[in-house]
């Protein structure tokens, strides 16, 4: 079964607003990522946290993780029509190997 | 720097045609391998993943096969292709024994009719 969930499945925001992004999980992970597609195209990887962060930025990128919830949020701050993309998590599972288990995905809309 | 390349971008098949996609990676040695495909507006799915030449783990049993015949290259086969195998397909690699980082292709989109 899928390893947690994101959502909303969909958000739209004007520009200039925050994105705000929700993914669980259900089993102990080593790290989680975060990853952008745009439509029809491969992933893009935007950041990792691992099992022992708390936080992490990278530009307008916000990512926690509470590992006590089982569940990571991504923040995407003063939104862009450029950030117009599906977003999606991915864990590496405790004895998961090499593999990541990536979620359903949150379809961003950002409109002008 | 590291590139992935995949191929090609679109294919239609007939039901019950053979499907040979193939996906290689430059500026890289030993990577880990991966197919994925993603049905329309869906997660993705791992298929196959590949630590080394000729080592293929096959995570859902289906009508697909993956080979490595090269370090570098990872081929996705079908002898004979079924309506639900339509999909989007990525390949992906990392670095060796890494649980981190995966790089994506820019897929392939199949429409089996």
């Known amino acids: 079964s899928q390893q947690g969930e994101e959502d909303p499945q969909a958000l739209s925001i004007q520009e200039g607003e925050n994105a705000t992004m929700n993914c669980s999980y259900k089993t102990s992970i080593n790290n989680l990522q975060w990853y952008r597609q745009n439509s029809g195209r491969g992933l893009v990887h935007l950041i990792l946290i691992r099992s022992n962060e708390r936080e992490k930025h990278s530009g307008r990128l916000r990512v926690t993780l509470d590992t006590s919830k089982k569940s990571s949020s991504l923040l995407i701050t003063a939104s862009r029509a450029a950030d117009t993309a599906s977003y999606f998590c991915?864990?590496?599972?405790?004895?998961?190997?090499?593999?990541?288990?990536f979620g359903t995905g949150t379809q961003l809309k950002v409109e002008l | 720097s590291q590139t992935i390349h995949q191929w090609p971008a679109t294919l239609v098949q007939p039901v019950g045609s053979p499907l040979s996609l193939e996906c290689t990676v430059e500026?890289?040695?030993?990577?880990?391998l991966y197919w994925y495909r993603q049905a329309a507006g869906r997660g993705l799915q791992l298929l196959f993943y590949s630590v080394g030449i000729g080592q293929i783990s096959s995570e859902v049993p289906q009508n697909l096969s993956a080979s490595r015949p090269q370090d570098r290259q990872f081929i996705l086969s079908s002898k004979k292709l079924l309506l639900s195998d339509s999909g989007f397909y990525l390949c992906?690699?990392?670095?060796?024994?890494?649980?981190?980082?995966?790089?994506f292709g820019s897929g392939t989109q199949l429409s089996v009719l």
């Open positions: 500026g890289t040695s030993n990577p880990n």
């Open positions: 991915a864990k590496s599972l405790t004895g998961g190997g090499n593999k990541l288990t």
């Open positions: 992906a690699w990392s670095v060796l024994a890494s649980n981190e980082k995966l790089f």
